[in-house]
């Protein structure tokens, strides 16, 4: 009676899993919103349907390129000219940023969007993230042709500009910036929103196995290759890609990380980074070399990554208890983020999710 029923549970065990359809694998990488694109799927849906999937991705990374880009980029517009589409010198976001201080601008839905969910943000963290600092981004073009530390008297010029209150949203997706002169910058939260919206294309098709990573903006759904959850690896900040300090799971979720490393510009020794404190005009200054934010929102992680290296850990922690406790509107609830401060004496501070955990790699890297 025993063997029957030990080969009973084996036919069963052999039988569920003869049933799991096979997945194939399809990746596609693009140049897009200034960086590199890579999405990464599994399935077990027809080849064609994954295809057009892609497709359909490639299609809207090019759409919201065209809408969010805030500078001129060669790439993204030779991309748009081999796709067969009409690619604009400018963006839409570049047009609005034109209309300044003259007249409302009606704009596409997804701007409209992510300018509501911008200021949202910008109000919860007391400018911390802030979408109208584009006049200080564009003084000091960190990462671009011409960068240079500005003047004092520069600096003290475009503070006026960088109030996000001046950004007035009305009925009908209009947009009037109030200020001649005032800028609009989404570079701290365009990508967690592109990966949100690609996620859900991937999900309309019946596609639910992915990892996107779009410049280093990880979203990861259902499981990879080995039926496993994904698992991520978070670098070391300072010596580069391939020196990783933690890992850990990561399953329908995104996961962000800003950090001073990323671009930056030396004068006289001193270092400054790309991370601004729009009260003040200059980098942020602390004792922190990044900041990492894991959530089921990619927009949201982005936002907090940035907004989390400003504000530093007490605001931070508070910041995060606070959207877990009530409902906001266009991202209503969402669970507790999780979120991971490195340190310059590389010691790293997890607070956020408890149901979190990480594994050391790098063993100079300690948990506080």
């Given at each position: 009676?025993?063997k029957?029923?030990?080969?009973?549970?084996f036919f069963?065990?052999?039988?569920i899993f003869?049933?799991?359809?096979a997945?194939?694998e399809?990746?596609?990488?693009?140049?897009?919103?200034?960086?590199?694109c890579?999405?990464r799927?599994l399935?077990?849906?027809?080849?064609?349907?994954a295809e057009?999937?892609l497709?359909?991705?490639?299609?809207?990374?090019?759409?919201?390129d065209?809408i969010?880009?805030?500078?001129t980029?060669?790439?993204?517009?030779?991309?748009?000219?081999?796709?067969?589409?009409t690619?604009?010198?400018?963006s839409?976001l570049?047009?609005?940023?034109?209309?300044a201080g003259?007249?409302?601008m009606?704009?596409?839905?997804?701007?409209y969007?992510l300018?509501?969910?911008s200021?949202?943000m910008?109000?919860?963290t007391d400018?911390?993230?802030?979408?109208?600092?584009?006049?200080?981004v564009k003084?000091?073009?960190?990462?671009?042709?011409n960068e240079?530390?500005?003047?004092?008297?520069?600096?003290?010029?475009?503070?006026?500009?960088?109030d996000?209150?001046?950004?007035?949203l009305?009925?009908?997706n209009?947009?009037?910036?109030?200020?001649?002169?005032?800028?609009?910058?989404?570079?701290?939260?365009?990508?967690?929103?592109?990966a949100?919206?690609?996620?859900?294309?991937?999900?309309?098709?019946?596609?639910?196995?992915?990892?996107?990573?779009?410049g280093g903006?990880?979203?990861?759904?259902?499981?990879?290759?080995?039926?496993?959850?994904?698992?991520v690896?978070l670098?070391?900040p300072?010596?580069?890609?391939?020196?990783?300090?933690?890992?850990?799971?990561?399953?329908d979720?995104?996961?962000v990380t800003?950090?001073n490393?990323?671009?930056?510009?030396?004068k006289?020794?001193?270092?400054?980074?790309?991370?601004?404190?729009?009260?003040?005009?200059?980098?942020?200054?602390?004792?922190l070399?990044?900041?990492?934010?894991?959530?089921?929102?990619?927009?949201?992680?982005?936002?907090?990554?940035?907004?989390?290296?400003?504000?530093?850990?007490?605001?931070?922690?508070?910041?995060?208890?606070?959207?877990?406790?009530?409902?906001?509107?266009?991202?209503?609830?969402?669970?507790?983020p999780?979120?991971?401060?490195f340190y310059?004496?590389?010691?790293?501070?997890?607070?956020?999710?408890?149901?979190?955990?990480v594994?050391?790699?790098?063993?100079?890297f300690?948990i506080r």
């Amino acid at each position: 009676m025993l063997k029957h029923l030990k080969f009973f549970f084996f036919f069963l065990v052999l039988l569920i899993f003869s049933c799991t359809p096979a997945r194939s694998e399809y990746s596609k990488t693009w140049f897009s919103l200034g960086t590199v694109c890579r999405v990464r799927i599994l399935t077990s849906e027809p080849k064609k349907k994954a295809e057009a999937a892609l497709e359909k991705v490639y299609e809207t990374l090019l759409r919201l390129d065209s809408i969010f880009n805030a500078n001129t980029d060669k790439l993204s517009v030779e991309n748009n000219n081999l796709k067969g589409l009409t690619a604009a010198e400018e963006s839409e976001l570049e047009r609005l940023n034109k209309a300044a201080g003259l007249s409302p601008m009606e704009v596409s839905p997804e701007l409209y969007e992510l300018l509501q969910i911008s200021l949202m943000m910008a109000e919860l963290t007391d400018g911390a993230f802030n979408p109208a600092i584009g006049p200080l981004v564009k003084i000091w073009n960190i990462g671009f042709e011409n960068e240079a530390v500005p003047s004092p008297d520069d600096i003290k010029r475009v503070l006026p500009l960088l109030d996000y209150k001046n950004i007035i949203l009305s009925d009908g997706n209009k947009v009037f910036l109030q200020k001649e002169g005032m800028r609009l910058d989404l570079g701290g939260i365009a990508k967690g929103y592109a990966a949100d919206k690609i996620a859900k294309i991937l999900l309309d098709y019946g596609i639910e196995d992915f990892l996107i990573d779009l410049g280093g903006n990880i979203l990861a759904s259902g499981k990879n290759p080995s039926w496993k959850t994904w698992k991520v690896a978070l670098r070391n900040p300072i010596i580069g890609r391939n020196n990783s300090v933690v890992s850990m799971d990561l399953q329908d979720a995104s996961l962000v990380t800003s950090g001073n490393y990323e671009r930056f510009i030396k004068k006289d020794g001193v270092l400054y980074h790309h991370i601004f404190d729009s009260k003040t005009g200059y980098p942020v200054q602390n004792d922190l070399n990044a900041v990492s934010i894991m959530s089921e929102s990619s927009a949201l992680a982005d936002a907090l990554s940035t907004s989390g290296y400003v504000l530093a850990e007490e605001k931070t922690r508070a910041l995060l208890q606070k959207l877990a406790a009530e409902e906001f509107p266009l991202i209503g609830r969402p669970k507790m983020p999780a979120c991971f401060l490195f340190y310059k004496d590389n010691s790293i501070s997890v607070f956020g999710n408890d149901e979190i955990s990480v594994e050391i790699i790098d063993k100079d890297f300690f948990i506080r």
